[in-house]
């Protein structure tokens, strides 16, 4: 595990460039511009982070619905996979969303994206059903994840963090 000189801070206007860039190689479907400057910029209901250092090297969000938080996307740039960098704003955007009251945070995922998958459970998310053939460009069922007590999960990683 290599260590970056990178801290978790908010998702801004100006990190939307590099971004889009994570997003263009990391999904076969990726949101547009448009939709990362209205999480951003509009949607008073959602949560952006960044891993930053001298360039954004990944990014999660989230959806607050009342006492949920719907993660809508998570990356880090292929360059910098496998250090951590995910676990780290993962555990940043389930931090966040306790200090506001949130409880307990769900998302889907490709039923083929074990590393994802492993990440989630790791964090605590359980598999708790499927969409079928949730994803429009090849008809990939998502798995429906849960971590029913998001405040357990930062209970259990103190140690780590
Ligand atoms: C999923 C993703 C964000 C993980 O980020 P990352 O920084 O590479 O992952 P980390 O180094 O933080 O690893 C954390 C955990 O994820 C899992 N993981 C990471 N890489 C893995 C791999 N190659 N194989 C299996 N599990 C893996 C492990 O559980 C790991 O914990 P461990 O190291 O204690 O075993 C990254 O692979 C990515 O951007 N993928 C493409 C986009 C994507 O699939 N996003 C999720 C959409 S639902």
Not at 12 to 41: G, Q
Not at 84 to 111: D, F, N, P, W, Y
Request: charged letters at 20%.
């Amino acid at each position: 595990m290599v260590e970056f000189d990178c801290g978790i801070v908010a998702m801004k206007i100006e990190d939307i460039d590099e971004v889009l860039a994570i997003e263009a190689l990391s999904f076969a479907i990726p949101w547009s511009r448009e939709a990362f400057t209205m999480e951003v910029c509009t949607n008073r209901c959602a949560r952006y982070l960044v891993a930053k250092g001298t360039r954004v090297l990944g990014y999660v969000g989230m959806w607050i619905i009342m006492d949920e938080g719907h993660i809508t996307n998570l990356a880090v740039h292929p360059d910098y996979r496998g250090n951590k960098i995910g676990e780290v704003l993962l555990k940043a955007l389930i931090k966040s969303a306790s200090s506001i009251g949130i409880t307990q945070m769900t998302l889907e995922v490709r039923e083929s994206n074990k590393t994802a998958q492993n990440l989630y459970i790791k964090l605590g998310f359980e598999v708790s059903g499927i969409r079928k053939k949730y994803y429009s460009n090849n008809q990939e069922d998502a798995l429906i994840m849960w971590n029913r007590n998001i405040n357990a999960t930062l209970g259990i990683q103190k140690s780590f963090s």
